[in-house]
């Protein structure tokens, strides 16, 4: 039987340093649980194009398009801000995105119990929490023609374009009432509407698969601003949100909130389902490459390892494992372990993210 594989991206800035405590998780689980990966590794972002000139070798767009699962852990710093826009490391991602077609990125956030006091909200809003966002990822404004910084008149302008076809919608909702089935059956759609056209088809096109093909799905729509203030009120009245590549972006930072730290935020990005029955996946963590802490062993590894806790759940059919390893990361938390994103006003000593790493690794065991 061919083994199940995996390509590893580590990235640059704190990306390699939170990849290195992965790698022991899938050490501990090929030992263990008989869980034999064919893992692979390459570069991309500021590594890669230190290395190649381009923020992604054709050859590991070819590669990740052949694995099983591509785990991610971050690009960009502030060497690479001078680039021409084509060759900055971000777009080596977006690159991934786009040709490996990955519609649907699924950004939980949950919240831990042992979290529920580090929260800058109360803790009867965020204990318990557990919601999904579903962030279209491979259209709208971050990709719309035309786009760019034109000459009019006696000055210039910055252009980007908001564009989504129907089918694009239709696509990412579906990925939404599905998901929603296996949850709490809820949807909450959220756009701009009101000042959008983008949006008055979002809105259309949502409803239409709703009607047609998920009716036992609770759908509400709401506008993407006050979905934001929601957010903050009382997220626990939501279960899935399905919204565009924009408003996902900025929806799913201020759940990162709820739950403590970006640090603890993993993400999955779906396409289409493959000949083995699987989608295209790619997992990665939601924060970036954390320049101000490279470097410096202070990155929390919690997101990148519930990153591949997905991976397992979603890619390799080991939702077991995948619990086991949520559990372990539970336990560790409760222990009162924190790297320093973690810290609370009250301080403490954080621990390094290599000693995070092996804490979760002893936890298995
Ligand atoms: P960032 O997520 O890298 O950092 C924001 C803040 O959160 C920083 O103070 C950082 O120290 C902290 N932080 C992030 N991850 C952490 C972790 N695991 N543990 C502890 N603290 C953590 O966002 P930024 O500063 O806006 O961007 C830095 C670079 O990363 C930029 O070049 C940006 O383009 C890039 N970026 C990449 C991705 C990605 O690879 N998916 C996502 C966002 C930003």
């Not at 990412?172 to 929603?180: C, D, H, K, P």
Request: proline share 5%; hydrophobic share 40%.
């Amino acid at each position: 039987m061919t083994k199940p594989s995996l390509l590893i991206l580590p990235g640059d800035g704190i990306g390699p340093e939170v990849m290195t405590e992965v790698r022991k998780v899938i050490a501990w689980f090929g030992t263990h649980r008989g869980l034999d990966f064919d893992v692979s590794e390459d570069l991309v972002g500021g590594a890669a194009y230190d290395a190649h000139g381009t923020p992604l070798h054709d050859d590991t767009m070819a590669k990740a398009q052949e694995v099983d699962a591509v785990l991610l852990g971050a690009v960009g710093g502030p060497k690479y801000d001078s680039l021409d826009f084509s060759l900055k490391p971000e777009r080596g991602l977006l690159r991934l995105r786009k040709e490996m077609d990955l519609f649907a990125n699924l950004r939980p956030a949950q919240c831990f119990d042992a979290l529920a006091d580090f929260s800058s909200l109360k803790k009867d809003v965020v204990a318990g929490l557990d919601i999904m966002i579903v962030r279209e990822s491979t259209s709208g404004v971050y990709f719309g023609e035309p786009r760019g910084i034109f000459e009019e008149g006696n000055e210039r302008v910055g252009i980007n374009t908001q564009r989504y076809t129907e089918s694009e919608i239709d696509r990412v909702a579906r990925s939404a009432f599905e998901l929603a089935r296996r949850r709490n059956n809820k949807v909450c759609s959220m756009e701009k509407a009101n000042v959008m056209e983008s949006g008055v088809l979002w809105r259309e096109i949502v409803q239409k698969v709703h009607d047609e093909d998920y009716p036992d799905v609770e759908l509400s729509h709401m506008y993407a601003d006050a979905g934001a203030m929601q957010l903050c009120r009382w997220p626990k009245q939501f279960d899935v949100i399905v919204t565009d590549n924009l408003f996902g972006d900025l929806l799913s930072d201020a759940a990162a909130m709820l739950t403590g730290s970006l640090g603890m935020l993993p993400s999955a990005t779906l396409g289409p389902v493959m000949a083995n029955g699987r989608p295209k996946a790619m997992y990665e963590p939601v924060h970036g490459s954390a320049p101000d802490i490279a470097g410096q062993g202070k990155a929390n590894p919690i997101a990148c390892i519930l990153s591949f806790a997905m991976a397992l759940r979603y890619s390799f059919d080991r939702g077991e494992e995948a619990d086991m390893l949520e559990g372990a990361i539970e336990k560790v938390l409760a222990s009162g372990a924190r790297t320093a994103d973690l810290m609370g006003p009250e301080g403490g000593t954080p621990i390094s993210t290599s000693e995070m790493g092996d804490a979760i690794v002893a936890a298995l065991g």
